[in-house]
Nanobody, 123 residues
Framework: QLQLVESGGGLVQPGGSLRLSCSAS????????IGWFRQAPGKEREGVSC????????NYADSVKGRFTISRDNGKNTVYLQMNSLKPEDTGIYYCARGATHIRCRPSEFSSWGQGTQVTVSS
């Protein structure tokens, strides 16, 4: 059964850090790009960062460049999102999903969504 499960969200103060994990099962993990997406209340889901199947190429939204780092461990079927210098505008539900390529890091290009993990940045 194909499954993507996000974890690692929580409440953090501005300037703080979190590391999200996306654990996959039920498919050939190292064949697919994996993306992180987020959705804030009242807003559309947006791409945050995507990584190629082998992990050597990445793509970031301008709003997170220099603060977030995506990585993957194909031996553990897991993708990580290290989030530093968090801002209140990073608040939202973070989802991971699989896709054909990391280049088009848009929700419409990805499928098989996890249930999401809540990230709240607030003092």
């Amino acid at each position: 059964q194909l499954q993507l499960v996000e974890s690692g969200g929580g409440l953090v103060q501005p300037g703080g850090s979190l590391r999200l994990s996306c654990s996959a099962s039920g498919f050939s993990f190292d064949y697919y790009a994996i993306g992180w997406f987020r959705q804030a209340p009242g807003k559309e889901r947006e791409g945050v960062s995507c990584i190629s199947s082998g992990g050597g190429r990445t793509n970031y939204a301008d709003s997170v460049k220099g603060r977030f780092t995506i990585s993957r461990d194909n031996g553990k079927n897991t993708v990580y999102l290290q989030m530093n210098s968090l801002k209140p505008e990073d608040t939202g539900i973070y989802y991971c999903a699989r896709g054909a390529t990391h280049i088009r890091c848009r929700p419409s290009e990805f499928s098989s969504w996890g249930q999401g993990t809540q990230v709240t940045v607030s003092s």
